[in-house]
Every structure is written in structure tokens, then in C-alpha cells.
């Protein structure tokens, strides 16, 4: 009974962790300023993205070579985007308000995920530049 308990609050304790975290990618996602290219690849006209957008965003991602082993941030953004689904298909009938924070933490891990694009697509322009030099 004490194992089951220690391991409830340890489960606990992670996921907090995992969170914490995941908002710290989001934040920093926030006040990213995105390239001309990426927004024109993706569409995306605003300064804001939108939840729906991120399976889509998410595949543009996994075509695009990782820069210095991102894809654990990916991971952990994709995680908590279906965390956040979850919770609110099981508790966004019960507030509206639990809705609305989920909607705005679900449009930041789509921020999150056009900013991951945009760090990919800024490397693939790098690794295209070198080697079109030593072509040269």
C-alpha cells in the first residue's frame, strides 16, 4: 500500500514537472518572431495559430531534418497537446472556463510547434547553403 502510494505521488511529481516544462517551451514560443518562409509554407497569416493547426504542423515537422536533436521538444509538445484533448473531452462540459484555458494552452503548443518548424526549416536553408558552397 505505501509502494502504490509513493509511486501515485511520484507519477504526480513528474507530471508537474512535465508541465512546468511544457509551458516554458510555449512561453518562449510566444514572443518568437516567425521567417516570411515558414509563415508562408504553413499559411499562416497572424501572429497567433490556431489549435487545429497542429496535426498538420506536426507533419511538416516530421518531413523536415531535426537541427541539434529537437525532437525530444517535439515529443514533449505533442504529449501535451493530447494531454489537453483529453482533459477536455472528459472535463470541458463541466466549465467553461476549463474549456477556454485548455483552447489557449492548446493554440500555444501550436505556437510551439510552427516556432520548432521554423528552427528546422532555418537549418535545412543552412545545410542547402553549405552545401551549395562547397559545390562551388
Known sequence: ???????????LALLQFFVSYCHALIAESRSYKLSEQTREI???TTH??????????????AVCPEPNGDQNQVRA????????????????????????WIDSECNGCAQAAIVML???IAYNRLL????????L
Open 1 to 11: 500500500m505505501i509502494a502504490l502510494l509513493i509511486s501515485g505521488i511520484s507519477v
Open 42 to 44: 504553413c499559411g499562416v
Open 48 to 61: 497567433a495559430t490556431r489549435s487545429d493547426e497542429f496535426k498538420r504542423l506536426l507533419q511538416l515537422i
Open 77 to 100: 509538445i505533442s504529449l501535451y497537446f493530447g494531454l489537453l484533448s483529453l482533459i477536455r473531452t472528459l472535463l470541458g462540459w463541466i466549465k467553461p472556463a476549463v474549456g477556454q
Open 118 to 120: 521554423d528552427r528546422r
Open 128 to 135: 542547402m547553403a553549405r552545401q551549395m558552397g562547397t559545390q
